[in-house]
Structures are given as structure tokens and as C-alpha cells.
């Protein structure tokens, strides 16, 4: 008798949370804590996000238009609904604070070096901007393969 052959997922992104970590690091931790400390910096905490019912750290101050949302759509952040909020959050929710956040006088930003040194391509712009202290720093994630690494992440985070 043949011996059953693995079925192999050969052709799915094999997917990498140090690189992950990396992109998360860059462009996610100026504004949410990735540690299990889980403080309140910008925006909620994303320590425990996977399994998570969206806006329901408490002390955190979500937009209306982003409690209003999940409040209908009713769902937890698992790897789905993670890919396509990060894919664009504006679409997600147009006027969710992610995308349209700007900082308080007080408040600053670093610079996402961890980011540049890897080989992913850098708005440059919006680099710019972020470094003036402003604005719409998170649009999204293009790039399918960082998506899934960020995520692979995310899912460590526990
Ligand atoms: C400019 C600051 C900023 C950046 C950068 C940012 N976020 Fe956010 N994020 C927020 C804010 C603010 C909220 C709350 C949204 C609201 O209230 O409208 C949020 C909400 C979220 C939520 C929902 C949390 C919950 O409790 O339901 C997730 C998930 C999330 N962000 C993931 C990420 C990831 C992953 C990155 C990096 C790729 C990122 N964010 C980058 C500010 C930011």
C-alpha cells in the first residue's frame, strides 16, 4: 500500500513574525503599546488584539463612528478581519482615528529606522510628515506578504 503523501502548503506565504515585528515596531508602536504591559499610549493596546471584540479596551476614548461600526458589524479581530482593516482602514471606517489622527502638542513621534533598514519600500512622504509631528500616519499596509507577517505577529501577542 502507498503511503499517504503530506498534503504540503508549499504555496501559501510562509509567513514571519520577527519581520513582523519589525513592521509593527515601525509603523504600529508610536501609537499602540505591543507589550503585555497593555497601556493606553494613542490608541488601545494591541497586547491580546487576536480574539479581542473591537473597542472594548476600557480607558480608551474610541471615536463614535469606529464603537458605532463594530457595535453593527459584531465580530472579533482574528486574521480576516485584521488583513482587511490594515489592508485600508479608511474604507474600513472613514472616520476612524487610526487614519486620521493627529497628535496633541505634546505628543511625539519616532522615527520608524527599524522600518527603513529592512528592504520594504517607505513613503517617504508620509516619513516627512511623521517626522513634523503629523498626521494621517496609518493608511495602510499594501503589500499582501507584510500584512501577513505583521498578523503572524499580532497572533504572538499573547
Ligand atoms: C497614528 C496612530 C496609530 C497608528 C500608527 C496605528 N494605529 Fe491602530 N489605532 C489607532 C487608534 C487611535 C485606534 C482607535 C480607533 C478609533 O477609535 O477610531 C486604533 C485602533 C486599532 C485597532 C482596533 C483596536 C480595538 O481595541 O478594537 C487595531 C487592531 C489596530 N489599531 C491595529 C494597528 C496596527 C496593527 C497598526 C500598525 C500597522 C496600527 N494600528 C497603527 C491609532 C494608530
Not at 23 to 42: Q, V
Request: with cysteine.
Amino acid at each position: 500500500m502507498a503511503a499517504a503523501i503530506p498534503i504540503l502548503s508549499a504555496c501559501w506565504y510562509d509567513a514571519d513574525s520577527d519581520r513582523g515585528h519589525a513592521i509593527a515596531e515601525a509603523l504600529c508602536a508610536n501609537c499602540h503599546d505591543l507589550s503585555s504591559a497593555a497601556t493606553i499610549k494613542h490608541a488601545p493596546p494591541l497586547w491580546k488584539i487576536v480574539g479581542r471584540v473591537p473597542g472594548t479596551v476600557k480607558g480608551f476614548d474610541y471615536s463614535q463612528d469606529f464603537l458605532t461600526l463594530v457595535a453593527t458589524k459584531k465580530f472579533v479581530w482574528q486574521e480576516e478581519s485584521l488583513d482587511f482593516f490594515l489592508s485600508n482602514p479608511n474604507q474600513f471606517l472613514p472616520d476612524n482615528k487610526m487614519s486620521k489622527f493627529e497628535l496633541s502638542s505634546t505628543g511625539t513621534y519616532t522615527t520608524p529606522e527599524t522600518y527603513s533598514t529592512t528592504d520594504r519600500k517607505l513613503n517617504k512622504a508620509k516619513l516627512a510628515l511623521l517626522k513634523l509631528g503629523h498626521y494621517e500616519l496609518f493608511h495602510g499596509l499594501q503589500a499582501s506578504d507584510e500584512r501577513d507577517d505583521l498578523i503572524e505577529f499580532l497572533y504572538t501577542l499573547r
